[in-house]
C-alpha cells in the first residue's frame, strides 16, 4: 500500500503529508482502506515516520510496512476464515454428539462463525492502526495550495 503527498508539517521524526482522498472502490471493506478514504478530491492529512528527512514542501512516496499490511489482510480475510472453519468443526462436533441431522448443523454454525468472525473484523478494525513511512523524496517544491488541487 502507497500513497504519495506533500509533506506539510514536521515534528521531530514524525511529518504530516497532505494528499487527495481517494480510493479504489475496493478499498471500502479492507480495514486498511479507511485511512486512505475521504470524498474524492478531499484533502487528507496523515502522520507519518519521516525515515528519508524529508523537508516541508517535499512531494514524498507513503509506504505501510509489510509486517503492517499482512496484519491488514490477515484481519481482513483470516479472521472471518477462521471462523467459518471453526464454525463448521463445531457444528459437526455437536451434530454428532447430540445425534442430529449434519447438513444443516454444519451449515448453521459455519454461518455463525463467519458472522463473529466479520464482527470481530469489524471491531478491530475500528481500532486498527497502521503506521506509514515516508520512503521516497519525490521532488523539493514549495508549498503552495495549487499543489494540492493538482
Known amino acids: 500500500m502507497e500513497r504519495t503527498?506533500?509533506?506539510?508539517?514536521?515534528?521531530g521524526s514524525i511529518a504530516f503529508v497532505s494528499f487527495k482522498g481517494s480510493c479504489p472502490e475496493g478499498c471500502a471493506a479492507c480495514p486498511m482502506g479507511r485511512m486512505f478514504m475521504k470524498e474524492n478530491?478531499?484533502?487528507?492529512e496523515i502522520k507519518a515516520v519521516n525515515l528519508v528527512d524529508a523537508?516541508?514542501?517535499?512531494?514524498?512516496?507513503?509506504?505501510?510496512?509489510?509486517?503492517?499490511t499482512l496484519l491488514a489482510y490477515g484481519l481482513a480475510y483470516g479472521v472471518p476464515l477462521l471462523g467459518l472453519v471453526g464454525g463448521i468443526l463445531s457444528g459437526a462436533f455437536v451434530a454428532n454428539?447430540?445425534?442430529?441431522?449434519?447438513?444443516?448443523?454444519?451449515?448453521?454454525?459455519?454461518?455463525?462463525?463467519?458472522?463473529?468472525?466479520?464482527?470481530?473484523?469489524?471491531?478491530?478494525?475500528?481500532?486498527?492502526?497502521a503506521h506509514p513511512y515516508i520512503t521516497n523524496v519525490l521532488s523539493s517544491e514549495k508549498l503552495n495550495n495549487h499543489q494540492l488541487k493538482s
Open 41 to 44: 478530491g478531499e484533502i487528507c
Open 5 to 11: 503527498g506533500i509533506v506539510v508539517k514536521i515534528s
Open 97 to 129: 454428539f447430540f445425534g442430529w441431522k449434519q447438513t444443516i448443523v454444519i451449515g448453521v454454525f459455519g454461518f455463525c462463525g463467519l458472522g463473529l468472525g466479520f464482527f470481530y473484523t469489524l471491531q478491530k478494525g475500528k481500532r486498527f492502526i
Open 55 to 68: 523537508k516541508i514542501g517535499d512531494h514524498v512516496r507513503l509506504e505501510l510496512d509489510a509486517r503492517t
